[in-house]
């Protein structure tokens, strides 16, 4: 079963730039779509972006088009998401997950999420 661990979050100030991390132990992340959510205070968890196993297909929410980037390294299981121009709305809790590249649907158990804050 896919259980990610994420990792890399933070203290950011806005327009800051920080990187997020997930893996998974004994499961090939190559074989799936991943992407990240983020769940904020008070607030429903939301898709944040999502790749197809190879790379070729990524989505992104609209509210961090332009501004984040995932990107996935195959050969060493780990799938990142890029944060730059951060804004304090993406405070939030974010996870990885495998995903539905067209729907975003979450796939796979969610892990521990790593906390990403910004603030000045």
């Known amino acids: 079963q896919l259980q990610p661990v994420e990792s890399g979050g933070g203290l950011v100030q806005p327009g800051g730039s920080l990187t997020l991390s997930c893996t998974a132990s004994s499961v090939t992340l190559a074989n799936y779509a991943m992407g990240w959510f983020r769940q904020a205070p008070g607030k429903e968890r939301e898709g944040v972006s999502c790749m197809t196993s190879r790379g070729g297909v990524t989505k992104y929410a609209d509210s961090v088009k332009g501004r984040f980037s995932i990107s996935r390294d195959n050969a060493k299981n780990m799938v990142y998401l890029q944060m730059s121009s951060l804004k304090p709305e993406d405070t939030a809790m974010y996870y990885c997950?495998?995903?539905?590249?067209?729907?975003?649907?979450?796939?796979?158990?969610w892990g521990q999420g790593t906390q990403v804050t910004v603030s000045s």
């Open positions: 997950a495998s995903c539905n590249v067209v729907t975003m649907e979450r796939l796979s158990s």
